[in-house]
């Protein structure tokens, strides 16, 4: 379970089984039961089913130990997941981590199974272990579900491929170092794909980039799949050191898009002396995150509006 300090703890279970367990089912429904702790009066405790509520329970003003159950119902053609999120009247709450669900016989047609990925970009010009830097990189990472195989991923500027990558191509890796994920030292140009050419369904890259733009990358899976990320507008002419970062991830009846920027040190004064980039103290930040779970959106940011327009949906 994850808390934001309790007191206020969760317990989940079915069928004797405990977050964290996976339950083959082939039933419509299950019995999940769920116990309570709590120092403080409850305001409201809830189950989720792959992202969605399917079970509010009436314990406003009561404290605790409580035992509670509900009948969940699930669906037969692809995985569930479950979990039980509870909150007290000082705004501690809990969330539990899931409980697997696998159908106990396998969806009649593989076309049924939902496509599940995730792309992951950043323009910055960090190095590995956040020191500042003059170049500026895009980093990406690029991972579908074990149901699927990239077949191409793609750098876009302006719309135009800047520069494309097949599995058939191999890996390139600067110094040995793996791309965006290696921890110490500068970036260079590389990328790899995992957990193999042959079939992979991850890639990351790092991408020097010089000339200004709208950026953004496509990915096509083996079957003919687009997934597209947002797009972010790198402007070679910024004076600062800044990071513009995107991460959109999707799976069944659930989205998620996050964007963020910030600034730090001038550009010219890490030319005048390196001992300036040393740390990464953003200023001017703006952030944004939607997510979208069955018809539920949300929408959190800070400002409310892009100061400057430096991020759009693709």
Known sequence: MATNGGPVFAFLSVDGKEPGDTVSVSETSVEAALEIHSLH?????????????????DVKDRQGSLDLRSQIELPQDRPSWLVAYAQDQNGKWCVTSPIYFEPAKEPPDEEQVPLAWTILFEVSNASRFVHLRPQFFAHVVVTVGAGDRLAQVELLRNGEPLQTFRPADGDRLAEDRIPVTEIRGDYAEGWIWHPNREAPNHFQADV???????????????????????????????????????????????????????????????????????????????????????DQHRDLGWPQEQPVTRFREE
């Open 41 to 57: 009066p409850l305001r409201e405790v809830e189950m989720y089913r792959n992202g969605r509520r399917v079970a509010a329970f």
């Open 208 to 294: 020097p980039i010089t000339l200004s733009g709208w950026y953004s990358v496509v990915a096509t899976t083996a079957d003919g799949k687009k997934l597209e990320s947002d797009a972010l507008l790198y402007e070679a002419a910024n004076p600062a050191s800044h990071a513009l970062a995107i991460a959109n991830l999707v799976g069944p009846e659930t989205k998620l898009a996050l964007w963020g920027y910030g600034e730090d040190a001038p550009l010219a004064d890490l030319a005048a002396s390196p001992e300036n980039g040393s740390w990464w103290y953003p200023q001017n930040k703006y952030w944004r995150l939607r997510t979208e779970f069955g």
